[in-house]
């Protein structure tokens, strides 16, 4: 969550809230169930809002902080493409479908 994020950077946690809502209460529901997180006298009450993020918006905004803190010749990220090998003492992976 918030805290491993941070861990990495207070610039990466700032990325991943930008994509997300900050929410001071909010309700969970689990089928005809409704847990009401975060409301006064809760254990599970904070100091700090949570943020309320799509999984694939949370994917996105840490591979483009990735990317842009490791590409440039580092890093290449491709998908749809399947790993035929990889090279621990190199640190590079064989891509099928077009090159690698």
């Excluded at 941070?6 to 991943?16: A, F, N, Q, T």
């Excluded at 840490?62 to 190199?90: I, M, Q």
Aim: charged share 25%; proline share 2%.
């Amino acid at each position: 969550g918030r805290g491993a994020i941070k861990g990495v950077s207070e610039e990466l946690w700032e990325k991943v809230k930008a994509g997300g809502v900050m929410s001071q209460r909010f309700c969970l529901h689990l089928g005809k169930r409704v847990i009401d997180i975060r409301q006064k006298g809760s254990s599970l009450l904070m100091t700090e809002p949570s943020c309320l993020i799509n999984r694939a918006d949370l994917c996105a905004a840490l591979l483009d902080a990735l990317v842009a803190e490791h590409g440039g010749g580092k890093l290449s990220v491709e998908f749809d493409r399947p790993c035929e090998g990889a090279d621990l003492t190199s640190r590079t992976v064989s891509l099928g479908g077009g090159g690698g």
